[in-house]
């Protein structure tokens, strides 16, 4: 019940394509979900989040779409650029100080110039 | 990097050595958090604590221990390596922001055990 699925596992797209990645949670008691990007020998970075009470976050290219009846959400990036591949982690946490947040397992986005 | 640093940044060591990763932060942030991060298993938290002398376990602790004897310092030790932990370990803090609170990692230690 603590786990953040996640696919794919590696995604491949066109520069300008759109690149989606998607995550499944079944706690409910989840009310915060951050995406992560790494680039290789790098830490991950926080890029975007939202919460379950809005459906849609967007940040420039950057878009989390949430369905909390169907306890799944997604990353979409507009436009892919050769300087998004990276590895994304999409996770889940309660808000409290406490909480801990739970990973999803990364997807290899790799952009083809 | 939310003033984190993290040294050694890369080692190798002997089976049945112990080694201890230091996670140094300059922001006073009062939780620290210790992962690994390992092919197909994502990030997994070892440790964590939430202030001087105060710490807890998490996911993966089996083989681990962690002291905070200074707030802008979490050491993680491995009593005796095994391979099994060759991986890359994060350090991580956590700030508030709004109503949630947002975690920030460091740039990481390479550890290979051999």
């Known amino acids: 019940q603590q786990q953040v699925k996640q696919s794919p596992q590696s995604l491949i797209v066109q520069k300008g394509g759109i690149s989606i990645i998607n995550c499944a949670y079944e706690n409910t008691a989840f009310d915060y979900f951050p995406w992560y990007q790494q680039f290789p020998g790098k830490g991950p970075a926080l890029l975007i989040a939202i919460r379950p009470d809005v459906s849609e976050k967007k940040e420039g290219r950057f878009t989390i779409s949430f369905n909390k009846s169907a306890k799944q959400f997604s990353l979409h990036i507009m436009d892919s650029q050769p300087g998004d591949s990276a590895t994304y982690f999409c996770?889940?946490?309660?808000?409290?100080?406490?909480?801990?947040?739970?990973f999803g397992k990364g997807t290899r986005l790799h952009i083809l110039p | 990097d939310a003033g984190i640093t993290q040294s050694p940044r890369h080692k190798v060591t002997e089976t049945g050595t112990p080694v201890t990763l230091r996670c140094h932060q300059t922001e006073n942030h009062r939780y620290m958090y210790w992962y690994r991060q390992d092919p197909g298993h994502g990030l997994r938290l070892i440790h964590y604590?939430?202030?001087?002398?105060?710490?807890d376990k998490g996911e993966v602790s089996d083989g681990y221990s962690v002291s905070r004897s200074k707030t802008e310092d979490f050491l993680l030790t491995l009593e005796s390596a095994t391979s099994s932990q060759t991986s890359v370990y994060f350090c991580a803090i956590s700030e508030v922001a709004g109503f949630v609170y947002e975690q920030y990692f460091g740039p990481g230690t390479r550890l290979t055990v051999t």
């Open positions: 604590s939430y202030g001087v002398k105060d710490t």
């Open positions: 996770a889940a946490s309660g808000v409290n100080r406490d909480d801990k947040i739970i």
